[in-house]
C-alpha cells in the first residue's frame, strides 16, 4: 500500500505546490495550470489515484495532492447542463468518447471513464476510474478515487465510498467481473475481489471481518476474496451489558475461476442460506 509517486506521470511540481498549499489561491495562475493538467490526467485515464500491483493496492499520492489543490486554486463557477444549474470548483466531466450516458448520471472532471461504460443516473466523482464494460446502475455512486475494474455491475443504489485525505489513503477497489447488489455499501477502503458476488445490502468496510461460513475461519478484514458469493451478517459478541450482535461479511459459496454471474442460480444460493435474492 506504499505510495507510486516515483512513477507517478503527475509532475513532481505538484509536491512542491502540496509543500506551500496553505498559500494557494485561484489568483496563482501558473499553480492553477499545473494543478489543471495533473487533474487532466486522471480525467483521461493516464493517471490514476491508485492501481494494484502485485496483488496489492498502490496509492499515487501525487495524484490525489492534485485533486486537493484543485480545491484551493480552482474559483467557485456557475454552469448549467439543460435545466441543471451548477455553481461549483470543479466542473463536470467532459469527454465520454465511447460512454453509454444515460440522462440523469453526473459525473466530475478528473474521473476517467472507459469506453463501454455505461451511467444510468447515478453519480462519478472525482479521482474515480471506472474500467471497462462496466455498468453504474441507477442511483448508484461511484466515491472520489474509487476504482472499478472491467466488466462490473453496480446495482442499483449502490455506494461505492470515497476518499481523499489523507493523500496515502487506500481508496475502494473493486476488481473486474464482480457484481455489487443493491443497495450494498463498499466503504473505506474496502476491496471486492475479482469475479466476487455482493449480496444486496451488504456492508463492508475496511474492519469489517469477512467470515467462511463453512469454516467458522476469518479471512481478512474489509476483503472479500476473488469468485465468492459473500452477504451481510452478524456474529455474537459478548459485553458486560449483555450479548450483542456485531456486523460481519459472509462468504456463503466458492464459484470457479472465471463462472459468470447467473442470476437464477445465485438467487438459489442465497435462498439455500435464507437470505432474501
Partial sequence: MSDVTTSSPISPAIDELWERRAELSPADVDARHLVVGAVDLLDR???????????????????????????????????????????????????????RLVPGAIARWGAYLAPGVVLMPSFTNIGAYVDEGTMVDTWATVGSCAQIGRNVHLSGGVGIGGVLEPPNAVPVVVEDDALIGSRAMIVEGARVGRGAVVGAGTILSGSIPVIDVETGDELARGRIPDWCVAVGGTRQKEYPGGTFGLPCVLVIKRLAPGQRHDKAALNEVLREHGVNA
Fill in 45 to 99: 485515464g493516464v493517471a490514476r489515484a491508485a492501481r494494484l500491483v502485485g496483488g496489492e493496492v498502490v496509492v499515487d499520492e501525487r495524484a490525489k495532492r492534485a485533486i486537493l489543490l484543485a480545491f484551493k486554486v480552482l474559483g467557485m463557477a456557475r454552469s448549467q447542463v439543460g435545466d441543471f444549474h451548477h455553481h461549483d470548483r470543479v466542473p463536470l466531466k467532459s469527454s465520454f468518447d465511447g460512454v
